[in-house]
């Protein structure tokens, strides 16, 4: 039910505005259970709900009970998110340069 009714852009940027309070230009595209494995050795992450707004990329996950050391799952993720935006960025820079 969660994914269903974030998949709707309009209602996922409020659901977005109202948790975080700020302002959400627009949703590019939800992604529900976005996969991330930028490499073969690493554990990659599902990502329950990935929005990308003009300027920033927003992670929603749900969690249905008290989870050990969400601080580490949390900075796991952001730095799956992160390393996933820089190697299609430098994809794209080889692309246009050569």
């Known amino acids: 039910?969660?994914?269903a009714v974030l998949h709707e852009p309009g209602i996922?940027?409020?659901l977005v505005e109202r948790l975080l309070h700020i302002k959400v230009a627009r949703i590019e595209y939800p992604e529900i259970e976005k996969t991330i494995a930028p490499y073969y050795s690493t554990?990659?992450?599902r990502l329950d709900v990935y929005l990308k707004d003009s300027d920033k990329v927003i992670d929603v996950e749900m969690q249905s009970y008290p989870q050990d050391a969400m601080g580490l799952r949390t900075r796991y993720y952001q730095?799956?998110?992160d390393t996933d935006s820089l190697l299609k960025h430098r994809a794209q820079r080889l692309f246009f340069n050569s």
Do not use: D, L
């Open 1 to 3: 039910m969660f994914q």
């Open 12 to 14: 996922c940027a409020e």
């Open 79 to 81: 730095s799956m998110i």
């Open 43 to 45: 554990k990659g992450v």
